[in-house]
């Protein structure tokens, strides 16, 4: 059984039709090429904060993906508002897959370190931000990448803390 994936872009210029949105087909594609998930859905929203939060409570809370990629929102313009979204819908943050991204991401550029994603847990759906660019939402998804059925499997119930099969 392969985990459901929804991949949500973050993009008012986006929603307007001024900008296309490059980054969820190319982590789509990304996954495509790996075992194990599935990308159930792709939606693109505005950077309106309440929005995105009521959108991840409905994904979360109706059991429709095991794993949320929000690509956008986390830099440090008034609009970015995904960390905050996040953090206000999680139940328990998962600092290391942020911190994972940042430190593989500043091996590439010190901008990384600007990047305010953060990875968190409402009920057992994993939510990780990544990048607005599609150069940094691969590069950062790549970081956390193999880490990701072992987590989602102890998550969703499929695997036990010892990594042994139900």
Known sequence: MKYRVNIITLSDSGVKGLRKDTSAPALKEMLHREEGFEVTDMLLLSDDRTELEAVLIDICDNNRADLILTTG????????????????????????????????????????????????????????????????????????????????????????ECAQKK
């Open 73 to 160: 929102g986390t830099g440090l313009s008034p609009r970015d508002n995904t960390p905050e979204a996040t953090l206000a819908v999680i139940e328990k943050n998962v600092p290391g897959i942020a911190e994972a991204m940042r430190l593989k991401s500043l091996s590439i550029t010190p901008r990384a370190m600007l990047s305010r994603g953060v990875s968190g847990i409402r009920k057992s759906t994993l939510i990780i931000n990544l990048p607005g660019s599609p150069k940094g939402s691969v590069e950062n998804l790549e970081a956390v990448l193999p880490a990701l059925p072992h987590a989602l499997g102890i998550l969703t119930g499929r695997e036990h």
